[in-house]
């Protein structure tokens, strides 16, 4: 925190902080598609293949992938 004393730290509320995002891999039920969400690189490949299944099927499809942890 660049102000230790400040009211965000005083109140626990730090603005524009933490932006908590939807849950991305969720927005494509209502369309019956495929939503997944890889966190572990060894399961990118199989993700991107069934995300193409997917889209080859008519689809649509969302891969959130976590870049760090």
Known sequence: SFYPEGDAAKSGIFHGV?????DYQQLTSPFG???ERVEDPKRL???IKDGLAA???GK???LD???SG
């Open 18 to 22: 933490d932006i908590p995002g939807p």
């Open 33 to 35: 598609g495929h939503g």
């Open 45 to 47: 490949a199989g993700a």
């Open 60 to 62: 649509v499809a969302i």
């Open 65 to 67: 992938v976590a870049l």
């Open 55 to 57: 889209v080859a099927e």
